[in-house]
């Protein structure tokens, strides 16, 4: 298929769709609207199943409903919006149901503003709702990624039995880049046969949430952590940009990524070695990449749309909380390539 | 060539994010790097709105201008005010001349001064596709793309039923076209 012109949050609609998805439950808000819009018309037309919900508490319920009945369901919301499914996210979390949660995020907190943010790391990544939990966060940087990692969003989940949050920020779900579509499956997967389809003359099916008898909750949750070890494991996904005989090294994700990109190539034309590694998951977290580059990289320039949220993370990954800088912007502005630079320079002064 | 920025601006609704999209569209067409990245605020029907198009031969990084860039196309005098300051030395301001005038000095002396919607009421009666003047214009002065892919992106963007659309297009392109080159012939 040629490539076409789109806008993130409609590609990632029709990549959706592309992988099989064919339920969607949400509710309107700035700035992802565009893509509840394009599947309210789109998914009819495939025999599927758009319903805009009264309110993203009842989108997300739903969305574990449809989930627990064993369909590829997606939800998808800013910010504000997600903060209101983060009941349901736990709840779909807790009985192991494989779900796709789009995050356009805006600034915050509470309302804030609809232009694009990264403050709902700490949300998303180490978890909004209550309890023993992580769900896979992957962080697309172009509208084709964005397609690339929901149709993958949607392996994952099924096949870990876990939700998979898409998390971008408003500029991705606004911009146009041209993409393609190519639904490739990551794996087999085989016939959900623990899914609620009516008993009939089968076994029976639960998909519960309450334990009554603590010592059977931790074993619940023991069970899940050995599938987060396992995804831990395997699912690690990164981009080490210019990172051959760099002396420092950005540390940036989704958009901001992208602008860091742009300052590199200003820097190394003034001589300053200097790469990024750029997580494409946020959860698990790169740990490999650190280990693999750690030595060689005198500091880490985090950058953000946030306050410093990724920092945290970035620290643990090196293993040394003075080796990271941190320079993000916060409330909806996205960071110029200029004032990166300055920051840059600053750090590594006259260390070319 | 490696990389052009271009950003297009104007009130809501006279077709400054059309413009863009058929510019970067035509790019794609020609196997470009293309990114097209609206501003979207409490933007509505009479107040401003704006894009910027990146086309590049390497892959894009910031989508986001704010500076050196190739081009400025301004819709309307807050546009011009606005954006003036982000054009590269030696960039094409081309402004709508029925609505924006340089009042001052700019950062480029090429400029070209398109009365777009006097020409698109003269010749279709209405003001609306003042855009594709103007675009007709920017592909005469700063190149981006070819008049062939511009025509091609047309036949993409008005699919179906809105291939009645086409002629009009292509006319008020033109229109754009020579009246630019006669400008700085």
């Known amino acids: ?352 | 060539m490696s990389t052009q920025k271009i950003c297009c601006a104007g009130f809501g609704g006279q077709g400054a994010l059309s413009l863009g999209k058929i510019l970067a569209y035509a790019a794609m067409l020609e196997g470009k790097e293309v990114s097209w990245c609206p501003s979207y605020g409490p933007e509505m029907r009479g107040g401003t709105a704006n894009c910027h198009v990146i086309v590049s031969d390497e892959a894009i990084g910031s989508p986001v201008i704010a500076e050196n860039a190739a081009c400025l196309i301004a819709m309307n005098q807050p546009s011009l005010d606005k954006f003036q300051d982000i054009i590269a030395d030696g960039g094409v301001i081309v402004l709508n001349s029925d609505l924006a005038q340089l009042h001052g000095s700019a950062k480029t002396d090429k400029i070209y001064a398109v009365p777009a919607n006097t020409m698109a009421q003269n010749a279709f009666g209405s003001a609306k596709l003042a855009n594709i003047i103007l675009l007709g214009a920017v592909v005469q002065s700063v190149g981006v793309v070819r008049t062939e892919s511009i025509e091609e992106a047309f036949a993409q963007v008005f699919g179906g039923a809105k291939e009645k659309f086409i002629p009009d297009n292509k006319k008020a392109f033109a229109l754009g076209y020579t009246f630019a080159k006669g400008e700085h012939a």
């Open chain 1, 1 to 352: 298929m040629a490539k076409v012109l789109m806008k993130g949050n409609e590609a990632i609609g029709k990549a959706a769709i592309e992988a099989g998805c064919r339920y969607f439950f949400g509710y309107p808000i700035t700035p992802q609207s565009e893509l509840p819009e394009y599947l309210s018309s789109e998914l009819p037309k495939v025999g599927g199943m758009f319903v805009q919900a009264e309110s993203e508490v009842s989108a997300i319920n739903m969305v574990y409903g449809a989930a627990a009945a064993g369909a590829r369901v997606l939800t998808s919301s800013s910010s504000p919006g997600i903060a209101l499914k983060q009941e349901g996210i736990g709840y779909i979390t807790n009985a192991s149901l494989p779900a796709v949660i789009v995050n356009m995020m805006r600034g915050g907190p509470g309302l804030g503003t609809i232009q694009p943010g990264q403050a709902d790391y700490h949300m998303t990544v180490k978890g909004g709702s209550n309890g023993d939990y992580q769900n896979i966060v992957v962080a697309p940087a172009s509208v084709q990624e964005a397609v690339d990692m929901v149709m993958e969003a949607f392996d994952l989940a099924d096949h870990y039995r876990v939700p998979v949050i898409v998390l971008a920020d408003g500029l991705i779900g606004q911009m146009m880049e041209p993409v393609e579509f190519h639904y490739v499956p990551k794996w087999d997967l085989p016939e959900k046969d623990w899914a609620l389809r009516g008993k009939g003359d089968g076994e029976k099916h639960m998909v519960e949430n309450l334990v009554m008898e603590a010592r059977e909750c931790e074993e619940w949750n023991l069970a899940h952590y050995r599938v987060y070890r396992k995804i831990e494991e395997q699912e690690q996904d990164w981009e080490e940009y210019k990172l051959e005989d760099a002396e420092y090294a950005f540390v940036a994700y989704g958009t901001v990524s992208r602008i860091v990109k742009s300052a590199i190539s200003q820097l190394r034309e003034e001589g300053y070695k200097i790469g990024l590694i750029r997580p494409k998951k946020l959860w698990p977290f790169p740990q490999k990449a650190f280990d693999r580059w750690d030595g060689q990289i005198k500091k880490y320039l985090d950058v953000e749309m946030s306050m410093g949220q990724m920092v945290q993370d970035v620290a643990y990954a090196c293993n040394d909380k003075h080796k990271i800088e941190f320079y993000g912007r916060t409330g909806g502005i996205v960071p110029g390539v200029e004032e990166i630079v300055v920051f840059a320079k600053k750090i590594m002064g006259g260390d070319k």
